[in-house]
């Protein structure tokens, strides 16, 4: 295969990723909202493993996608930037490692509040007085 036709491919599996891991992302206040809990949705599961894998890629990688320096392998070049997704300027692509950590601490932290154990109502009553 040529070089150029592996390096469109890797672009639309990167972009296809790339839609995976916001769905996630987006997919944890969502559950959160609803409260729904990782035991009895799987979805939520995958919504909380993907973006865990992908940041420990970013991490174990320098925080450069593992896509990045693989489309600068096959193009050659080895300093700058290589388009690896479809659609998404080269800016916003280097504020990812931060703002989708940043996402995904505030999507885990809203689903364990959402989901935290309810005080029990110790019997007291209240200082009203009850309605006849």
Same mark, same amino acid.
């Given at each position: ?25 987006? $997919?944890?206040?969502?559950?959160? =909202?609803?409260?729904?809990? &990782? ?6 599961? +995958? !919504? ?37 997704? $479809?659609?998404?300027?080269?800016? =916003?692509?280097?504020?990812? &490692? ?6 995904? +601490? !505030? ?26």
């Amino acid at each position: 295969m040529k070089t150029a036709t592996l390096l469109h491919i890797l672009v639309a599996v990167h972009t296809l990723i790339g839609v995976v891991s916001m769905a996630s992302l987006f $997919y944890l206040p969502y559950a959160a =909202w609803k409260r729904r809990s &990782p035991a009895k949705d799987r979805l939520l599961l +995958v !919504a909380l493993a993907w973006p865990f894998v992908n940041l420990a890629l970013l991490y174990f990688n320098g925080w450069e996608c593992p896509m990045q320096s693989w489309a600068k392998a096959l193009s050659g070049q080895h300093t700058g930037w290589v388009r690896d997704m $479809y659609w998404v300027p080269e800016s =916003w692509l280097k504020l990812v &490692p931060w703002t989708y950590s940043i996402g995904y +601490v !505030a999507g885990v932290a809203l689903l364990l509040w959402r989901l935290r154990p309810k005080k029990r109502d110790s019997g007291r009553r209240s200082n009203r007085q009850a309605r006849p």
